[in-house]
């Protein structure tokens, strides 16, 4: 059975950089799988911030600009979010997951979430 | 980016009740169309991809349907377990989009 774990601080400042990892465990990151960052700030929908393939490749979403950069370290079997210049706006439960094989792009595999707060 | 547009946002029923919920897309997905449930504090559960096929695990009395640009999520014999909030996802273009959400409350 796949678990992803997220950590990383709960509490950014405003233009700070917000630094998450998501820790892998019960099968590989180098599998056929592209892994995601989905985060959800409070009350509203979730938001698909990028994903990441175990070579590198990256796909992140425009609306955050050139703030995200995704990297993936296969030795530690984990994959991290860097979000630069944060704002309030940035405020959410940030959700690791993987990208199911076969079926169409579906999350089949979530963490629990971990939950940034930017605020000085 | 493909907006997604849920109906209702919001929908009151009882134990026992089939229930259902739409999704819109403002362009095309084929069958690309994801639904998940989502109980708070926790992270969304996949349901159904692909439009329709149930997602190993979940009850038959979850089904989805639909294709193009509008789909239904529907449950036969809601359980209280089934309580939760209903979002629907697009896989078909990035940026991947979700639907606003279906809160399925207690009547």
Request: aromatic share 10%; net charge neutral.
């Amino acid at each position: 059975q796949v678990q992803l774990q997220e950590s990383g601080p709960g509490l950014v400042k405003p233009s700070g950089t917000l630094s998450l990892t998501c820790d892998v465990s019960g099968g590989s990151i180098s599998t056929s799988n592209w892994w995601t960052w989905v985060r959800q700030a409070p009350g509203k929908g979730p938001e698909w911030i990028g994903e990441i393939y175990h070579s590198g490749s990256t796909h992140h979403n425009p609306s955050l600009k050139s703030r995200v950069t995704m990297s993936v370290d296969r030795s530690k079997n984990q994959f991290s979010l860097n979000l630069t210049s944060v704002t309030a706006a940035d405020t959410a439960v940030y959700y690791c997951a993987r990208v199911a094989v076969g079926s169409g792009g579906d999350y089949d595999y979530w963490g629990q979430g971990t939950l940034v707060t930017v605020s000085s | 980016d493909i907006q997604m547009t849920q109906s209702p946002s919001s929908l009151s029923a009882s134990v026992g009740d089939r229930v259902t919920i739409t999704c819109r897309a403002s362009q095309s997905i084929t069958g690309y169309l994801n639904w998940y449930q989502q109980k708070p504090g926790r992270a969304p559960k996949l349901l159904i991809y692909g439009g329709n096929s149930l997602q190993g695990g979940v009850p038959s009395r979850f089904g989805g349907a639909g294709s193009g640009t509008t789909f239904s999520l529907t449950i036969s014999g809601l359980q209280l377990e089934d309580f939760a909030t209903y979002y629907c996802q697009q896989s078909y273009s990035a940026p991947y989009t979700f639907g606003q959400g279906t809160t399925l409350e207690i009547k």
